[in-house]
């Protein structure tokens, strides 16, 4: 079945440096690649997604980039801000899933310094 | 435009116990997830439900059971809790038509 790694685990940054997250996938089928914030004591939270016949997408300071060639996509965040600070997942849909059915890394904990 | 959903918040059981967790989609909504997510674990998927049918099913036992209703909230139950059930369950909905999936606050279940 699909597997997502996600690295780094950990990540911390000077405010206004920017943050990179990668993730790879193992199921080539796979077509759908959103990430979530999850703040502490809250749900996940979509802040971007990006489909397998997109290779870049932007969102204010928000990018996201797929190479499916190499099966693998990222999380740009530029201009960092303390509220950035949280855990970030990437997820992908599996072969014969529906949209519904994400699989997802083990996460990113973003810390932004002041 | 209301978002989702949970109740309740938290809940303690004791092992071999049943519980019942609940879930208001948003509106406009008619595709229910449940996911389960292990401290410092990403959410795993456990199963769907669309129009009150489910929908795809994750590695997840039997005793792990659900229902969507015709307003299309919808339950997870499980059965015979065990020490390892004791997650953050997490419903997700979306529109058949979209993809994006719209995260409750969950419920934190705790089994002793």
């Known amino acids: 079945g699909e597997n997502v790694e996600q690295h780094p685990s950990t990540l911390s940054v000077q405010e206004g440096d920017s943050a990179v997250i990668k993730c790879t996938y193992s199921d080539s089928a796979s077509n759908y690649f959103p990430w979530y914030k999850q703040e502490l004591g809250k749900g996940p939270q979509l802040i971007i997604d990006i489909r397998s016949n997109v290779g870049e997408k932007k969102d204010q300071r928000i990018a996201v980039t797929l190479n499916k060639t190499a099966k693998h996509f990222s999380l740009h965040i530029t201009e960092t801000q303390p509220e950035d600070s949280a855990v970030y997942f990437c997820a992908a849909t599996p072969l014969g899933g529906s949209q519904g059915n994400l699989i997802f890394g083990k996460g990113t904990k973003l810390s932004v310094k002041p | 435009e209301t978002g989702v959903t949970q109740s309740p918040t938290h809940l303690i059981k004791t092992r071999g116990q049943q519980v019942t967790l609940r879930c208001s989609s948003q509106s406009g909504h008619n595709t229910v997830s449940w996911y389960q997510q292990a401290l410092g674990q990403g959410p795993q998927f456990i199963f769907q439900?669309?129009?009150?049918?489910?929908?795809g099913r994750g590695n997840f036992p039997p005793r792990f059971s659900g229902l969507q209703f015709p307003n299309y909230s919808s339950e997870l139950n499980v059965n015979a809790l065990e020490l390892d059930d004791s997650a953050l369950y997490l419903c997700?909905?979306?529109?058949?038509?979209?993809?994006?999936?719209?995260f409750g606050p969950g419920t934190r279940l705790t089994v002793l």
């Open positions: 439900y669309y129009r009150e049918e489910e929908n």
């Open positions: 997700a909905s979306s529109s058949s038509w979209r993809g994006e999936q719209f």
